[in-house]
């Protein structure tokens, strides 16, 4: 059974980045939502891509992956995509990038 959280929220994710805590973060979004905001450092990997660009994560296997979409809901369903396919440290961004502008950096444009 895999003990490892499905989603983390913002406030959370801002302290574990805070504390240099070794997190790749992943962002399912579409390439022209990413133009709007993006969070540094994402890795940009749409959704409608994974399953051809999967492979582009076999170097993170083993790392705690955070997905993020705008909401939460194309995030939830690529981390459980992801923990289907043996990545087993995989969560999503409950609330996507619009809650991490909404609650962590009022500065980020949303949309």
């Known amino acids: 059974m895999n003990q ?3 989603e ?3 406030a959370t994710l801002r302290d574990r980045l805070g504390a240099g805590d070794d997190l790749f973060l992943l962002d399912c979004r579409e ?3 990413h133009e709007i905001v993006s969070l540094e450092p994402a ?3 749409p959704m409608s ?3 051809e660009r999967v492979g ?3 170097p993170q296997r083993d790392r705690e992956i ?3 979409c705008h909401h939460g809901g194309r995030s939830l369903r690529v981390a459980m995509w992801l923990r289907q396919r043996g990545f087993e440290r995989v969560s999503s961004l409950a ?3 619009d809650a991490w502008a909404e609650q962590i950096d009022p500065s980020l444009p949303r949309y």
């Open 4 to 6: 490892h959280p499905l």
């Open 8 to 10: 983390i929220d913002v």
């Open 31 to 33: 390439p022209h939502e």
């Open 43 to 45: 890795l940009l990997l």
């Open 49 to 51: 891509e994974l399953t």
């Open 56 to 58: 582009e994560l076999e």
């Open 66 to 68: 955070v997905v993020h």
């Open 95 to 97: 609330g996507g990038i």
